[in-house]
């Protein structure tokens, strides 16, 4: 028969906050005050309560019809040899007097257990502010496995046999020393703690008298038939299985932030369904059903969900550009030390790094933060190289698909918001730097290597994540579990308050408060104080991608308040654009800034071994899938200067009535405008097109080569046409500067050294005043140029913006890898000049008869030539030109 | 014995709504909280004006285009004709759009209200938004929507077989672009393309992206959303999957689906999608995800299909919504060939938001059994 539980009804009806009340057990007596209830079971009521001297337990009543299976000092027994942190300790029990009350609690038992302040399992699982990751399934795996340990290690083996998730509790555990909290897991009432061979005797026992019941057959039996039924089912239930269920409530927990999770935690999700299922194996040979053993395979499945992805190359042509490199230890691999302008990127000055698409702007920047440095195959000698503490951010990340909807209007009136946005992203990235650098200092794990990082102690790490809090004005009272880091729990908090803020920005709240964009210089300030090294070593926000390119001009001006480009600053910022991607104003010292034109070098075509940096970037990428190269033996050089040489052998080529095919290494390096990421695709291309295995290269013959290179050209010009903004006029402009081109070539000759020489004009020579001209009278196309360099279909050659300036004209050049179409050559000879803002207007909107004129043209000494008279030739070779604009060959005999 | 068992995609794709015939029967007598209509020009735009009839409506909001404006003027004043107690007009923009469509929800659809979504005249910027706002405002409202099908689309076998006869290199892109954008068949120009505000996805890591393409006849937003996904996340051609549009009536318009796979050159690995049944979209792109995630990329998704599709779409997103979705609009809609008349009518009783919302977040969850 069941106990008669209406007692604990009619118990937890009455009013006991507040009233004394004495335990007694044989000859001791101790009293309590009662504080409040804080919970109802089944079987028994929970209260806290406290002892004369103000400490805290809860205090469990039960019936003490419950103990019909085991005695109360049994339990006490079992319950005291569980000598863990893991379990809540009984601390007295015994029969129950409430005093100056005439409640009759003699049909009840008190037990008294430590008091443990925090959410049951359940609660924390329910709760939407507590995000579980790889880090923290981990830590509470681990502490539910050494719960089941320590029960199976008592002698005689032992069984808590209400393993569910309200007897569970989450509570944090502080530091004293390091003043950190960590949360821990313990479990709570014991009341069915027993031995195994007492539970399986049990269970024996109500199975019997179940099937003798039923074999009865009487119906006024079926109720006790249910109830023991239900008994059965509740505690046959093992706490392995308990456990196992626990663990597939926290994966569930999981999932349910799955968009948030990083790729180790997706990948340790995407595998953890399938250990879960053979830890309750019906097969009890391949059943994982040991504590170590379970938490073994949770934890060696974490540290591989950590440890894949840093080698995930299969070719050496995989991840082309550096914002696919998801690891920082394969980015240093294939750092190429080749890189321009390599020295000044690394001194402690601000910077503005700018250059085409795929120069590697993404890779120096990402090269010079701590986390790659410290992920590097030789930490100590990299982070020599480097005198400050870099901070990466990459901005297209998080500011360019959120923002570029929003309206100017909007920028101004929700300023406020937009800066804090950018602030908690800057801190966010300070803080995952830290949370990293502290993991390195606390494990050791690069000795002596870590210099002066290693002094990011867990105090350290205490103090600054406390600074960061009390700036951000970020709840200080929040903990974070066993195993994890403070600073991961803070890069959560900061998080989610970058969430809370971006709902108010997409519900158009607008802030109460100004713009604070001296946040991140007064968290810095602060940090300074907490971590002493960085005065030495100074912050650094290495801010990739913070082009107009990628974030909408308005918002760019309004994040420029939280940046400084003061030499004395702290932080210091370097930021990376594409060409004409920064407006510099509003930057504080934004007119000192240093500049660095990256692509240059490779731009200009003046050094004669500039394929080296292609060829270097290459070779590591093979080296590094164990297939290493000398890549001139698979593309051996052409050796065919990129101008006049060039030139000559297509016009040679042309009246030969052969075809000219580009090919070498060089070539290629010249044909990517400086855009190595598309150098990469290139040879790629060309390895693919001559079907040769990249691990048995061979040479590669020029024909294969220039068919790879012309397709790839082909793909180009769809790809101009098909962009979103005036996809067509951009590639008729391309097209018809690209048939220009080929046809000066062919039809037209200048004196060189007293010889008569091919003309090549694929570069435009824009006067100053034409542009401001197509600004204030044609917006319209000016806003049509600043797109074609915006998305590099022109590519301006001049070595810096001062120049730019200083020279009165713009100097831009025609992708190179469009001139691939209609057979060109690559360099620099004589420009199209364009000194009004008429001729620009007229390129712009009718390329057509805009480059038939200029073929027309009698430049300075140039000529028709003597073989091709003033035809225009390119329609003659290129079959596809033809086909696309049949009337072009009307036109271009007038 | 205890087991574990994992809700998978078929769990879901299974308990979802089906698509049924419209029963205009079925909402005799009741009173629709909030009704959404998009005046669009097509003449499905305002087949739902005779359906609801005899229906209470409270609150009518017309969605109006920016574009085709003379166009979309008729459908306008007959939408005007439903009666209903109060109504208001939100003028598409897509910078503010979904603002203002969560206030009006929020406005209109509370706790056990009904409200009915015409999406026969949606286009997927205003579909993906209406039903984001919906999601986030009104997981208590009962929701339908209703589905006119075209009677004709644009192009016609004709239209086609004629245009394709004329391409001189069907292998070559640039001269299928040159040769298709001249038809101007179904829109011209393109406005814009962008990532959707209500689901600019999530790259944690950031990992590869790869572009699942639904593309239909517009050829140059299909296009311009191939070329913005290369320029914004370096997408390659061999990092494109193409779903197909499958058209449930092959005879008459099976071949639209050959013709789609023609006009963008794709010779394998296309995926058939059914246009109508919602649910083939959102189980093929789960398999895409579950690709995705084994092979670590990041998914971003060009949705230019069906209406139907752009549901699925939506409510894939809404299960996995670290995938992005982009859109493209139009300069113009080619009103005159776009579609003809009014084909079979449907409805999708979604029921209570909320349950649907429930449903698809167990994708993958662990229930343990004893």
Known sequence: MLPDRELLNQLEASPLAGRSLTINWRNDRRSYVIIRQIGRGQTAIAWKIEDSIGRAYALKIVLKAEYSTHSLDAEARWASALDSIRFARIDFYGDVNLETTNIDLTAFYGVVVDWIAGPTLQAFIADDRNTVDGNVFCSLAKDLCQVLQELRTCNPRLTHNDLHDRNILIYPRTDPLAQHSSHHLAVIDTGQLKSIDRRDALIEAWHNQCSALEAVGNADLSENIQNLKRRLNWFARTDQEWVVCHLCGLYNKMLSSMSRLSPSDKRFLRDLPELLRRMVDPDHSRRIDDPAQMYREIETLWRDSIGAGTAQMTTPFDLPSAELIRSDRQLMTLFSEEYPRIDACRSSSPLYIYGPRGSGKSTILRSLSIKALLASENPKEELEKIPFLGIYLSSSQELRSRFWLMKESDFSALEGHVVRYFNLLLIEALVDTFDSIHTVATTKSLGDAAGSLGTMTTTIAHECARAIRTRLAIDQSAIHYAGTSELTTLKHDIQRSRDDLWIRLLDKSEPSHRPDAQLVFDVVRDLESAWPVLMSRRIVFLIDDYSNQRIPRGLQQRLNQAITFSKQGSPIFKVTSEYDGVDLEGVQEGREVSEVNVGFEYVSLTGTRRYQFLQNVLEKRFEYCNAPINLLTVLPLSRIGPVIPMATAIRDSHRADKRFYYHGLDTISDLCSGDFAMGIDVVRRVFEHASVNWKQPRVIPPQKQDEAIREYAKQEFEYIRHQSQDGRKKYEIADRLCWLSKECILSREVMKDKKLVPLVKNYIDVSETALRDLEHQYPDSAVLLHELTRTGVLFPIQPSRAMEARDATRRYMIRRILLARYTSALGRHRPIRIDNVQRLLWLLTDPRTFVLNELGVRSEDSTPATAVEAEPEANRTVDRQKRLFPEDEEDGGN | ?370
């Open chain 2, 1 to 370: 014995m205890a087991e574990i068992e994992q809700t998978v995609i078929a769990d879901i794709v299974g308990r979802l709504p089906q698509l049924i015939p419209w029963n205009r029967e079925e909402l005799l007598g009741q009173e629709i909280s909030l009704m959404i209509v998009c005046a669009g020009f097509e003449e499905r735009a305002v087949a739902i004006v005779d359906e609801i009839a005899d229906t209470k409506v409270k609150h009518l909001l017309i969605v109006e285009y920016p574009t085709n404006t003379e166009d979309n003027a008729s459908a306008i004043a007959r939408l005007e004709s439903i009666p209903s107690a109060t109504r208001s007009r939100v003028k598409y923009d897509r910078s503010t759009f979904l603002s203002e469509i969560c206030h009006k929800i929020e406005a209109h659809a509370g706790e056990g209200e009904d409200v009915l979504i015409d999406v026969s005249a949606m286009a997927s910027y205003v579909t993906s938004r209406v039903l984001k706002a919906l999601w986030d405002k009104s997981a208590a409202a009962n929701t339908r929507l209703f589905y006119a099908e075209a009677r004709e689309y644009h192009p016609t076998n004709a239209d086609w077989t004629k245009f394709f006869s004329r391409v001189t290199d069907p292998e070559d892109n640039l001269s299928i672009a040159e040769s298709y954008e001249a038809t101007y068949f179904q829109s011209r120009g393109v406005e814009e393309t962008y990532e959707c505000d209500a689901f600019p996805g999530r790259n944690e890591g950031p990992l590869a992206t790869e572009l699942i393409a639904i593309p239909s006849f517009s050829l140059q937003r299909v296009k311009s959303m191939t070329t913005f996904a290369e320029a914004r996340y370096n997408v390659t051609q061999r990092s494109i999957h193409w779903f197909l549009g499958s058209p449930p009536d092959k005879v008459k318009n099976g071949w639209r689906f050959d013709a789609i796979a023609k006009l963008y050159n794709v010779r394998s690995g296309g995926v058939s999608v059914d246009t109508r049944d919602y649910r083939d979209v959102v189980r093929k792109l789960d398999e895409a995800w579950g690709e995705a995630l084994r092979n670590e990329r990041h998914l971003v998704i060009a949705g230019m299909g069906s209406k139907m599709q752009n549901v699925g779409v939506f409510l894939f997103l809404s299960m996995h919504p670290e995938c992005g979705l982009l859109h493209c609009e139009p300069k113009e809609f080619i009103a005159g060939r776009y579609t003809d008349g009014v084909g079979p009518k449907w409805c999708l009783n979604i029921g209570r938001v909320g349950e649907i919302k429930d449903l698809l977040l167990s994708r993958g969850r662990l229930s343990f059994r004893w």
